[in-house]
């Protein structure tokens, strides 16, 4: 498709194709061609392919690419790859590209690549499905169908209140299956297991696998 100079077909079947399937794709072209299929791509699936890439491609990809169109994906990336791809860049690249965020993603990266490295604060994420206490079961879910394309996991909710502290968490069965009236504090789960942001990434692993969480808050 790119040496028929059909890009139109190339988005149209990259619809239909895994971002790890179009990444490996993207690996094994010339580095002039890779950005010609990332534009191709609508820019919310063009940022998932990037995090999929190898590190040393994504590297490549920065140093070739517009600064702006860069950034535009960076914005689109989850926190912690973004905060990964920022942190491994030379510091040139790292001053011209930050400023050029929004300001929420911009934070969001220099409050990553503040924590030590081999912290769980080094590896999470920011980016995570969050309720009130206050509202319904049924409004629960409408609020994480909303949340759901900008969050990486909705299986677990966590609830915070007005200076957002974590009161507590849900799951998504669990909101199934109460009732479309009840609060999601009469359903939550009160008794959060969690690690600190300095904790070690075994540790973190260690919590996870014994109490089998599919998430862990920091």
């Known amino acids: 498709m790119l040496a028929a100079d059909d890009l139109s077909a190339l ?10 399937i179009i990444a490996d794709c993207i690996s094994d072209l010339e580095p002039s061609e890779r950005w010609r299929v990332l534009a191709a791509l609508p820019v919310d699936l063009r940022a998932t392919v990037v995090a999929e890439l190898d590190p040393d491609v994504q590297e490549e990809l920065v140093d070739r690419a517009d600064r702006r169109e860069i950034a535009a994906v960076l914005e689109r990336m989850p926190p912690d790859d973004r905060a990964d791809l920022v942190g491994r860049l030379n510091e040139r ?13 911009r934070e969001d990266v220099r409050r990553l690549l503040a924590q030590k490295p081999g912290t769980v604060g080094a590896i999470m994420s920011t980016d995570f499905a969050s309720l009130r206490p206050d509202i319904t079961a049924s409004a629960a879910i409408a609020e994480l169908r909303l949340q759901a394309p900008r969050k990486e996991t909705i299986y677990y ?3 915070t209140d007005e200076a957002g502290r974590l009161v507590g968490f849900v799951s998504l069965k669990d909101l199934i299956l109460a009732s479309p009236t009840s609060t999601v504090r009469e359903i939550m789960h009160e ?24 998430a862990l808050p920091v």
């Open 11 to 20: 988005t149209a079947a990259a619809y239909d194709t895994h971002p790890r």
């Open 157 to 159: 909710a966590y609830v």
């Open 93 to 105: 690249a790292r001053e011209e590209l930050l400023p050029l965020l929004n300001r929420a993603s």
């Open 191 to 214: 008794d959060v297991i969690h690690v600190a942001a300095g904790d070690s990434e075994e540790t973190a692993a260690k919590i996870a696998e014994e109490y089998d969480l599919l």
